[in-house]
């Protein structure tokens, strides 16, 4: 166990709805970083939140969007879904900002859109 | 640009040893990492190398780096089969924030 808490476990959704993912961090960890993993992309990095700030943005369509809240928990809202956007979306949590801080992951959010 | 490439499977027989590698194209790259993925689950850190250091040890685990060729191989000794799983290279820069990841190798242990 991680430590990172990511619900739900799977969403089931269809095409042109909107859904929020939640994660929270472990306990101390003030990063929190979204990953999408699809079939076709693999592991991409779509956005990283640091005490509240968001700090770096990765592949993240503009149909998506995050925050990260005072109590460090984060929400990935995915809005005007697609078949496409079907995938494992994990949240992970780091101590630090940069590089060098070890990045642990939730068990992640299975998204289907039908 | 950064790109990250292993190897896409391997076999091997319970009880010998396993070696997945990884090759990197970002020189900037700082921190390796590796992370075990098994079926429907998260992604598990194993081990991680700075990219001063050649080889790093952790019980079953060997990282070897060779920074003039940017290859990254991870060595799994008495391999078992509770080690099958889909395992993935990782790389960071020392200012970056995320990681980019290889396509994962799928490692196949046979009793």
């Known amino acids: 166990d991680s430590g990172v808490t990511q619900t739900p476990k799977h969403l089931i959704t269809a095409t042109g709805q909107r859904v929020t993912l939640r994660c929270s961090p472990r306990?101390?960890?003030?990063?929190v970083y979204w990953y999408q993993q699809s079939l076709d992309q693999g592991l991409q990095f779509l956005i990283q939140?640091?005490?509240?700030?968001?700090?770096a943005k990765g592949n993240i369509l503009e149909r998506f969007s995050a925050q990260q809240f005072p109590d460090l928990h984060s929400e990935l809202n995915l809005s005007s879904l697609e078949l496409g956007d079907s995938a494992l979306y994990f949240c992970?949590?780091?101590?630090?900002?940069?590089?060098?801080?070890?990045?642990?992951f939730g068990p992640g959010t299975r998204l289907t859109v039908t | 640009g950064e790109d990250v490439e292993q190897s896409l499977f391997l076999s091997v027989r319970e009880g010998d040893s396993s070696v997945i590698n990884c090759t990197y194209t970002?020189?900037?790259?700082?921190?390796l990492y590796w992370y075990k993925q098994e079926p429907g689950a998260g992604l598990q850190l194993l081990t991680y190398?700075?990219?001063?250091?050649d080889m790093k040890q952790d019980q079953r685990l060997t990282v070897l780096l060779n920074k003039k060729d940017k290859h990254l191989s991870l060595r799994i000794a008495d391999t078992q089969t509770g080690d099958s799983a889909i395992y993935f290279c990782?790389?960071?820069?020392?200012?970056?924030?995320?990681?980019?990841f290889g396509a994962g190798t799928i490692l196949r242990v046979k009793s």
């Open positions: 306990s101390g960890d003030l990063s």
């Open positions: 990782a790389e960071s820069s020392e200012y970056g924030n995320k990681l980019v």
């Open positions: 190398i700075f990219s001063n250091m």
């Open positions: 992970a949590s780091s101590v630090g900002l940069a590089g060098g801080h070890e990045q642990y």
């Open positions: 970002d020189s900037s790259s700082t921190y």
């Open positions: 939140y640091y005490n509240g700030e968001e700090r």
